[in-house]
Structures are given as structure tokens and as C-alpha cells.
């Protein structure tokens, strides 16, 4: 079993930057492949950026291309989200979420992330 836990977001004027932190509580962790994903009031969960085991592959949606890096420290357990240039349609609650097996690919289905976190809310003001 895995848990997740957010943290970072907070309100930020557009043009700003946030780092959310993703930390994982669980043996394989570090072994798993881990999606940031977020969802808007009255919009669909997507996924903004995910990342291999060992950070070799990564995955950007294209809406954060170029504005958005993410990256993992598995020797302390977290899964970073650099994001900068943050505009308002930036605002959403962002979840993080791992993939249920070790050493597998990234995907870019939600049904494929099985762990959760509770999420953190990113407001950015205009």
C-alpha cells in the first residue's frame, strides 16, 4: 500500500511560481511511476506531467509545456512540480497519484493510477 501526501499549493499571482512536493509513504514508491494531475471546478481531472521510476521518461501535457518541470528525489521519497509562468487557468486542485506497479511506464489514463493523494489547491489570481 501506498500514500500520498500534497503539498505546496497556495494562492499566486499570475506570472508566479509554486513547487508542490508529493510525498510517498510506502515500500516501492520509489519504484512506481507518478502523474500530477488536476482538475478544475466543473471540468474533467487531467493530467498535467508524470514521471518514470527513475526519472528517465517524462510525460507534459501541452498546455504546460515549457512552464512546468517534473522531478523525483526517491531517496527522500517525493515527486516534485516546478511549475513556473503560472497563469489563471493554472487554478485547479492538483492530485498526485502513482501507478500500482514497479518499474512500469508512465501512462496518460487516470484509470491506470491506482494511490491518491488528497490533493492541493493552486489559485492563481490575475
Known amino acids: 500500500q501506498v500514500q500520498l501526501v500534497e503539498s505546496g499549493g497556495r494562492l499566486v499571482q499570475a506570472g508566479g511560481s509554486l513547487r508542490l512536493s508529493c510525498a510517498g509513504h510506502?515500500?516501492?514508491?520509489?519504484?512506481?511511476?507518478v502523474g500530477w494531475f488536476r482538475q478544475a471546478p466543473g471540468k474533467e481531472r487531467e493530467l498535467v506531467a508524470a514521471?518514470?521510476?527513475?526519472?528517465?521518461?517524462?510525460y507534459y501535457a501541452d498546455s504546460v509545456k515549457g512552464r512546468v518541470t517534473i522531478s523525483r528525489d526517491n531517496n527522500n521519497s517525493t515527486v516534485y512540480l516546478q511549475m513556473n509562468s503560472l497563469k489563471p487557468e493554472d487554478t485547479a486542485a492538483y492530485y498526485c497519484?502513482?501507478?500500482?506497479?514497479?518499474?512500469?511506464?508512465?501512462?496518460?489514463?487516470?484509470?491506470?493510477?491506482?494511490?491518491w493523494g488528497q490533493g492541493t489547491q493552486v489559485t492563481v489570481s490575475s
Open positions: 497519484a502513482a501507478r500500482p506497479f514497479e518499474y512500469i511506464s508512465i501512462s496518460q489514463r487516470l484509470s491506470d493510477y491506482a494511490y
Open positions: 510506502g515500500r516501492s514508491f520509489s519504484r512506481f511511476p
Open positions: 514521471i518514470n521510476w527513475n526519472g528517465g521518461t517524462t
